[in-house]
């Protein structure tokens, strides 16, 4: 069994989970921007791409934070009935529901307050789920994602999205020092949360990525995984069917 890696190690991981993001909500959008350079943005439409061929109707998107995932997906795809969102903090879920009114989404979009690993949903509600940069923050992944597989219809699909390893040499390299020293320096800073920003490469290092990762889908219950490589391995978009 890998070592669990918390933000604060003081309390569970949920706990500790909740309090760093219900810590961070205010700055979250600025700083995720800031340090992706809107590549984050590319990676979420080309998974976004993947599901529309599927025509879901409805989307539950787990871990939807401050709902950027959400709201990239009424926004390109259209077609979308409902889109709930849930996320174990109600600090990132404020930020969120802010946007949603802004953009006046409130008949589509619905953000609870939720926890992965016991989802308020019945059997095969959703025609598909989603998580963004979500599933590495679970205190029990297989609980969790065999949650998203209870809630998903039968030939539905779910696509995830969450930081890898690149293996290559420069990209290796220079991501490496970027993310493990350039990011936590001055995200703990901006943060105002002296673990936030070391925790983030700290829960990719311990992160079950690749194969493992989609071993893991097929054992809950998934079909036809498919793993896609992002900007050199930094991320890896996941999908499956149920
Ligand atoms: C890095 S943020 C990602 C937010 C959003 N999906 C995005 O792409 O910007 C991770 C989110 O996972 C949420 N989270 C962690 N564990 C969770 C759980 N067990 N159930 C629901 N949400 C969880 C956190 O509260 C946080 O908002």
Redesign the pocket.
């Known amino acids: 069994m890998s070592e669990v890696v918390k933000p604060y190690n003081q309390g569970s991981k ?1 706990q500790e ?2 309090a ?3 810590n961070i ?1 205010h700055k ?2 600025f700083l ?1 921007h800031f340090f992706s350079l809107g590549i ?1 943005i590319l990676w ?1 439409k080309r998974a976004i791409r993947m599901i529309k061929k599927f025509n879901p109707k409805t989307v539950l ?10 709201l990239l997906t009424a926004k390109h795809y259209p077609e979308v009935k409902s889109i709930t969102g ?4 109600e600090g ?2 404020e930020m969120g529901r802010k946007k949603i009114t802004d953009r006046q989404l409130n008949d589509k979009l619905t953000f609870l307050k ?4 016991n989802l308020p949903f019945e059997e095969g509600h959703f025609d598909a789920v989603t ?4 599933v590495r ?3 029990n992944l297989e609980k ?1 994602l065999s949650e998203m597989f209870r809630v998903t219809k039968q030939g539905g699909v779910v696509a995830i ?1 969450e930081f890898s390893k690149p293996k290559r040499f420069p990209i290796k390299q220079l991501f490496g020092f970027y993310f493990k020293f350039i990011m936590p320096t001055i995200g703990n800073w901006l943060s105002k949360d002296n673990r936030a920003y070391t925790y ?1 490469p700290e829960s990719v290092q311990a992160f079950p990525e690749g194969q493992v990762f989609g071993d893991i889908l097929s054992k809950v219950g998934y079909s036809k995984v498919e793993i896609i490589s992002l900007s050199g391995g930094i991320a890896s978009i996941y999908f499956a069917r149920k």
Do not use: C, H, Q
């Not at 849930?86 to 903090?89: E, G, L, P």
């Open positions: 949920k989970v909740e760093m993001f219900d909500a979250y959008d995720n984050d979420r998107d787990v871990a939807t934070g401050t709902g950027d995932f959400a849930i996320d174990i903090s990132m879920l939720a926890d992965s690993e998580v963004a940069f979500g923050n679970f205190e969790g999205i983030l």
